[in-house]
């Protein structure tokens, strides 16, 4: 059971060292440590590292004309420099000084494209290289651009004359030198494991002594080690952060190997298993499921990834160190969370989303978590990450996990999540033709006094699809009549997703071009009630929910059932 005691003191605890670092990072920017920074320039680039991110020719042309479509933002500068122009979106700013938008003139291959890319590149060496402060000079930021400029200078030096070459090689090393000195005090988590990454790309592609290749390996070594869970998931339970470091990690792989240098044993390891990760958490279509900071998927930069994925045969169905469950069989997919809350220290994208799971059938969503609009507006976030916008129950419309909104908090880190489920204890219950798994949490032991278990099982060929959620007190015991026992059963329809009831009153969700599936419930009569899915390409778009309703005193369980049928005679009632 998790106190409030606890919890505050988490909280206050990554607080304070959250000021701590920026304090040490403020020092590390200022005039007594900036001398640390400067020393030798390197010669020349020695290999260029691939770049697995997609590339659109036409965004290069955008860029030339001055409109630069970024972090779902469009800004026009109008022919001001970009790095000068006053721009309210963070996201937009960060990505902007992250520079990864420099493999899209690389796609156009043409001289314009080469040219634009050395005057932007030559502009914010001009505006902020001489300035080690503000979004450019983010860690996580200067990770992303160290990247990208190593990545991509093939381009940026392409046609260039000795001064800008000269400037271009003096400000990558002293983004290095800075990185390798702010790197230790970044916050746990993905962009720390970047850093190292950019460190060790750096290591590889630029003149440097044997010693920084070692320490810079150890170094990545130690953090993969600690943050790459053995079943191949990240330590913070989101599949979009699996993606986006593989993104990484496997041209580092390729650079090592280019440069007839050794890579890690850690750095090997680690990619054979979250490539196997990556396909756990995918559906059929390609997409991946919408679990604990998971938006939109960009179908293309997946298949990208998977492209080096030599695994053959069927997804694993249990990922237990990173929390998961995975049903399928007959073309049905279930992905499930079964996993306790991430530490605190990684769980700004984390959401209260326990138990919750997604069904497709074919390459079509029916049951999905709402996930998040990764570009809109952060009053939405909140909402987002509620149990109530998940497919699971809640109890007392209250979520089993709550997140600190705190302006003072929220000053030196995104919202934590706090309070969540810390037992989490699941059991697969395969038997022949049946997949299946029962799973319980105490996230509103401490509040509420009560468990919530949920059974999955899918047979049939995958046509059926039977649910049973309960809440009960320790030892199995019925909840008391205390006017704190409702429960809210949700299951979010994908918006393409139609719902009508058939001539025998039957609940029946279909989509163009698929099979119709029948929800039933034993105990209650499922209502119809309006949702909102947060993570459509273009935006928020409205969808609807099947909701069950009861006291857990008076109906300790219900028992739910989705039911795939390929009759085509269905009417809705009159």
């Given at each position: 059971?998790?106190?409030?005691?606890?919890?505050?003191?988490?909280?206050?605890?990554?607080?304070?060292?959250?000021?701590?670092?920026?304090?040490?990072?403020?020092?590390?920017?200022?005039?007594?440590?900036?001398?640390?920074?400067?020393?030798?320039?390197?010669?020349?680039?020695?290999?260029?590292?691939?770049?697995?991110?997609?590339?659109?020719?036409?965004?290069?042309?955008?860029?030339?004309?001055?409109?630069?479509?970024?972090?779902?933002?469009?800004?026009?500068?109008?022919?001001?420099?970009?790095?000068?122009?006053?721009?309210?979106?963070?996201?937009?700013?960060?990505?902007?000084?992250?520079?990864?938008?420099?493999?899209?003139?690389?796609?156009?291959?043409?001289?314009?494209?080469?040219?634009?890319?050395?005057?932007?590149?030559?502009?914010?060496?001009?505006?902020?290289?001489?300035?080690?402060?503000?979004?450019?000079?983010?860690?996580?930021?200067?990770?992303?651009?160290?990247?990208?400029?190593?990545?991509?200078?093939?381009?940026?030096?392409?046609?260039?004359?000795?001064?800008?070459?000269?400037?271009?090689?003096?400000?990558?090393?002293?983004?290095?030198?800075?990185?390798?000195?702010?790197?230790?005090?970044?916050?746990?988590?993905?962009?720390?494991?970047?850093?190292?990454?950019?460190?060790?790309?750096?290591?590889?592609?630029?003149?440097?002594?044997?010693?920084?290749?070692?320490?810079?390996?150890?170094?990545?070594?130690?953090?993969?080690?600690?943050?790459?869970?053995?079943?191949?998931?990240?330590?913070?339970?989101?599949?979009?952060?699996?993606?986006?470091?593989?993104?990484?990690?496997?041209?580092?792989?390729?650079?090592?190997?280019?440069?007839?240098?050794?890579?890690?044993?850690?750095?090997?390891?680690?990619?054979?298993?979250?490539?196997?990760?990556?396909?756990?958490?995918?559906?059929?279509?390609?997409?991946?499921?919408?679990?604990?900071?998971?938006?939109?998927?960009?179908?293309?930069?997946?298949?990208?990834?998977?492209?080096?994925?030599?695994?053959?045969?069927?997804?694993?169905?249990?990922?237990?160190?990173?929390?998961?469950?995975?049903?399928?069989?007959?073309?049905?997919?279930?992905?499930?969370?079964?996993?306790?809350?991430?530490?605190?220290?990684?769980?700004?994208?984390?959401?209260?989303?326990?138990?919750?799971?997604?069904?497709?059938?074919?390459?079509?969503?029916?049951?999905?978590?709402?996930?998040?609009?990764?570009?809109?507006?952060?009053?939405?976030?909140?909402?987002?990450?509620?149990?109530?916008?998940?497919?699971?129950?809640?109890?007392?419309?209250?979520?089993?996990?709550?997140?600190?909104?705190?302006?003072?908090?929220?000053?030196?880190?995104?919202?934590?999540?706090?309070?969540?489920?810390?037992?989490?204890?699941?059991?697969?219950?395969?038997?022949?033709?049946?997949?299946?798994?029962?799973?319980?949490?105490?996230?509103?032991?401490?509040?509420?006094?009560?468990?919530?278990?949920?059974?999955?099982?899918?047979?049939?060929?995958?046509?059926?699809?039977?649910?049973?959620?309960?809440?009960?007190?320790?030892?199995?015991?019925?909840?008391?009549?205390?006017?704190?026992?409702?429960?809210?059963?949700?299951?979010?329809?994908?918006?393409?997703?139609?719902?009508?009831?058939?001539?025998?009153?039957?609940?029946?969700?279909?989509?163009?071009?698929?099979?119709?599936?029948?929800?039933?419930?034993?105990?209650?009569?499922?209502?119809?009630?309006?949702?909102?899915?947060?993570?459509?390409?273009?935006?928020?778009?409205?969808s609807r929910q099947i909701v069950l309703s009861f006291k857990a005193s008076e109906i300790p369980e219900v028992h739910w059932q989705f039911t795939r049928?390929?009759?085509?005679?269905?009417?809705?009632?009159?």
């Amino acid at each position: 059971m998790t106190t409030a005691t606890g919890n505050t003191t988490r909280l206050w605890t990554l607080v304070a060292r959250e000021m701590w670092r920026k304090t040490r990072r403020r020092l590390r920017s200022g005039p007594v440590y900036r001398w640390r920074y400067s020393g030798r320039t390197p010669e020349r680039v020695l290999i260029a590292p691939p770049d697995l991110r997609l590339a659109d020719s036409q965004i290069a042309l955008e860029i030339y004309y001055g409109r630069f479509p970024l972090s779902g933002h469009l800004v026009e500068t109008g022919g001001e420099s970009p790095f000068q122009i006053n721009v309210a979106n963070r996201g937009w700013q960060k990505t902007l000084h992250g520079f990864r938008w420099l493999r899209h003139m690389r796609a156009a291959g043409t001289d314009l494209a080469a040219a634009n890319a050395r005057a932007l590149v030559s502009d914010w060496i001009a505006t902020h290289g001489g300035s080690i402060s503000g979004v450019a000079w983010e860690p996580a930021t200067t990770s992303k651009r160290v990247i990208a400029w190593l990545q991509h200078s093939s381009v940026v030096l392409q046609g260039a004359e000795f001064p800008f070459y000269r400037a271009f090689l003096k400000s990558l090393a002293v983004q290095i030198r800075y990185l390798r000195s702010v790197v230790k005090e970044m916050p746990d988590g993905k962009d720390r494991l970047r850093a190292r990454v950019a460190l060790a790309f750096s290591a590889l592609s630029l003149p440097a002594p044997a010693s920084a290749l070692r320490n810079a390996t150890r170094h990545l070594a130690v953090e993969l080690e600690r943050q790459i869970l053995p079943d191949g998931g990240h330590i913070s339970r989101n599949p979009l952060t699996v993606m986006e470091l593989l993104a990484d990690l496997l041209p580092l792989r390729y650079t090592y190997a280019n440069q007839a240098e050794t890579p890690p044993p850690a750095l090997i390891n680690a990619v054979d298993r979250m490539l196997p990760a990556l396909r756990f958490f995918r559906h059929t279509d390609g997409s991946l499921a919408r679990f604990n900071g998971m938006g939109a998927t960009i179908h293309d930069r997946i298949a990208a990834i998977l492209r080096h994925d030599d695994a053959e045969g069927a997804p694993l169905l249990h990922a237990p160190h990173s929390g998961y469950e995975r049903l399928s069989m007959g073309g049905t997919t279930v992905i499930a969370d079964t996993g306790a809350a991430p530490p605190i220290d990684v769980s700004n994208a984390a959401h209260a989303g326990c138990l919750s799971f997604e069904m497709s059938s074919g390459r079509q969503h029916f049951v999905v978590n709402c996930g998040v609009d990764t570009y809109g507006a952060a009053e939405f976030r909140p909402l987002a990450r509620a149990t109530a916008a998940h497919s699971t129950a809640t109890l007392n419309d209250t979520s089993s996990a709550r997140f600190n909104h705190s302006l003072r908090v929220n000053d030196l880190a995104s919202p934590p999540l706090i309070g969540g489920p810390r037992s989490v204890p699941c059991r697969r219950t395969d038997q022949p033709g049946v997949q299946g798994f029962i799973a319980s949490h105490d996230g509103y032991v401490a509040q509420f006094g009560l468990y919530h278990e949920r059974e999955l099982a899918l047979s049939e060929g995958g046509n059926v699809l039977a649910g049973l959620d309960r809440f009960l007190r320790s030892g199995g015991a019925v909840a008391r009549n205390n006017g704190r026992d409702f429960v809210t059963v949700r299951f979010h329809m994908y918006p393409d997703v139609e719902l009508y009831h058939d001539e025998e009153d039957r609940l029946v969700l279909t989509a163009p071009h698929c099979d119709r599936w029948v929800m039933s419930c034993v105990e209650l009569a499922p209502q119809v009630e309006d949702s909102i899915y947060f993570a459509g390409l273009g935006g928020p778009r409205r969808s609807r929910q099947i909701v069950l309703s009861f006291k857990a005193s008076e109906i300790p369980e219900v028992h739910w059932q989705f039911t795939r049928t390929l009759t085509e005679d269905f009417k809705p009632r009159a």
